[in-house]
Structures are given as C-alpha cells and as structure tokens.
C-alpha cells in the first residue's frame, strides 16, 4: 500500500530537482528511430535568445549505447540567426571511447551513456530574436547504428 505522503514526496523532489538549472535557456534531445541516426536526417532546435548581452555556452547532447562501432562521432551543425542566415558551422569531433581502453566517457547505466560536449563556450549573439541550430551526422556511413539521441542546450555563461 503506498502512503499518502509518498507521492507529494515525489513531486517535490521533481520540483526540487528541476529548480536546481538556473543557467540552463534551451534544452531539448532529438530521439532516433530504431537507435539509427541516418545521413539525411538533420535533427532541428529553435531556441529564443532575449538577452544578447550575455554570454552562452552551447553544448551537444548524445546518447549511444556501449555497441556504438566507433571511439568518435563526427557532426556538423549549422548555427543561423533569426533571418535563417548561418552565422556559424563547423565539424565537430566528440571522443565517446577513450581510445586506448575502450572504457566509454560521459556517464551511464547499464548500455547507454550520455555526454554533454562544449560546442560553442562564450558565445555572444548579436540581437534577441528565434535562432536555429541544424545536426548532421558526418561519418562515413549512410546509418549511423546505436546513437539514441542528439541534442542541444543553451546556457548562460559565467563572467
């Protein structure tokens, strides 16, 4: 039988928990189908920016599971600004594996691990306005197996 008491218990603990993010903007995880990032599948984020005097820092979200083939994943995002112009893009090379003992980076349980990546530290934008970032996997392969999620958060960034 559960206690009256356990579950406001726990939804303080998820207000709790929640309230903890203070410099977080934007987040939001793309989640793949079948655990199969394809080429032509391009995952995109609108966020809003309403203070162009701070500095942000971007980061890439993913998750991969421990079958994921390879030590790396390489990305190209494509950063635009409120008229759709691309204001940044560059390739992105996030290590999953140490490259010598294999042991995954990022934290996880079981199978599958998440990592946070610096993308874009400090970053300032020129105005407030809806800006876009755009991901395309960059492997050398047409599906990309055991990647579960990309993502992208937005954070204030500290002086």
Same mark, same amino acid.
């Given at each position: 039988?559960?206690?009256?008491?356990?579950?406001?218990?726990?939804?303080?603990?998820?207000?709790?928990?929640?309230?903890?993010?203070?410099?977080?903007?934007?987040?939001?995880?793309?989640?793949?189908?079948?655990?199969?990032?394809?080429?032509?599948?391009?995952?995109?984020?609108?966020?809003? $920016?309403?203070?162009?005097?701070?500095?942000?820092? $971007?980061?890439?979200?993913?998750?991969?599971?421990?079958?994921?083939?390879?030590?790396?994943?390489?990305?190209?995002?494509?950063?635009?600004?409120?008229?759709?112009?691309?204001?940044?893009?560059?390739?992105?090379?996030?290590?999953?594996?140490?490259?010598?003992?294999?042991?995954?980076?990022?934290?996880?349980?079981?199978?599958?691990?998440?990592?946070?990546?610096?993308?874009?530290?400090?970053?300032?934008?020129?105005?407030?306005?809806?800006?876009?970032?755009?991901?395309?996997?960059?492997?050398?392969?047409?599906?990309?197996?055991? $990647?579960?999620?990309?993502?992208?958060?937005?954070?204030?960034?500290?002086?």
């Amino acid at each position: 039988m559960i206690k009256p008491q356990l579950p406001l218990l726990l939804l303080c603990c998820v207000f709790w928990l929640s309230a903890c993010d203070t410099d977080r903007v934007y987040e939001q995880n793309y989640d793949f189908a079948n655990k199969e990032w394809k080429v032509d599948s391009v995952p995109t984020f609108r966020f809003e $920016i309403n203070d162009p005097d701070e500095a942000y820092n $971007i980061y890439w979200n993913v998750r991969n599971t421990l079958n994921f083939p390879y030590r790396n994943l390489y990305l190209t995002f494509y950063l635009e600004d409120t008229l759709g112009r691309t204001i940044s893009t560059d390739l992105h090379n996030m290590l999953l594996f140490d490259p010598k003992t294999g042991k995954p980076y990022g934290s996880g349980m079981g199978d599958i691990f998440s990592h946070q990546i610096m993308a874009l530290p400090k970053y300032r934008f020129d105005s407030a306005g809806t800006y876009q970032v755009r991901l395309e996997q960059y492997m050398r392969t047409e599906t990309l197996e055991d $990647i579960l999620s990309v993502g992208v958060r937005v954070e204030t960034a500290e002086p």
